[in-house]
Nanobody, 122 residues
Framework: QVQLVESGGGLVQPGDSLKLACVAS????????MGWFRQAPGKGHEPVAAIDASGSSTDYADSVNGRFIISRDSAKNTVWLEMNNLKYEDTALYYC???????????????WGRGTQVTVCS
C-alpha cells in the first residue's frame, strides 16, 4: 500500500505562487508515474500535471501549461507542483496520484491522497 500526503495549499491572491508537495510512504514509488489532479466546487476531477517514473517526461493540462511545473525526487518519494501566476479558476482541492501509466488519465491511477486546498481570491 502507498499513502500519499499533500501539503502547501493555502489562500492566495491572483498572480501569486504556491508550491505543493506530496510525500509517499509505505513503499517506493520510483517506478510509478506521479501526478496532480484537482476538483473545483461543483466540478469533476481534472488532471493537472503528471511526470513519468524517470522524471524526464511531463504532461500538463492546457489550462496550466506554462504556469505550473511538476517535479519529483524519487529518492525522497516526493512530487512537487509549483504553481505560478495563479488565477481564480485554479481554486480547487489538489490531490496527488500515483499510477503505472503515463500520462495519467482520470480513473487510471492506483493511489491518491486526500488533497490540499488552494483558494485564489482578491
Amino acid at each position: 500500500q502507498v499513502q500519499l500526503v499533500e501539503s502547501g495549499g493555502g489562500l492566495v491572491q491572483p498572480g501569486d505562487s504556491l508550491k505543493l508537495a506530496c510525500v509517499a510512504s509505505g513503499r517506493s514509488v520510483s517506478r510509478y508515474a506521479m501526478g496532480w489532479f484537482r476538483q473545483a466546487p461543483g466540478k469533476g476531477h481534472e488532471p493537472v500535471a503528471a511526470i513519468d517514473a524517470s522524471g524526464s517526461s511531463t504532461d500538463y493540462a492546457d489550462s496550466v501549461n506554462g504556469r505550473f511545473i511538476i517535479s519529483r525526487d524519487s529518492a525522497k518519494n516526493t512530487v512537487w507542483l509549483e504553481m505560478n501566476n495563479l488565477k481564480y479558476e485554479d481554486t480547487a482541492l489538489y490531490y496527488c496520484v500515483v499510477s503505472f501509466k503515463f500520462p495519467i488519465n482520470s480513473g487510471t491511477y492506483e493511489y491518491w491522497g486526500r488533497g490540499t486546498q488552494v483558494t485564489v481570491c482578491s
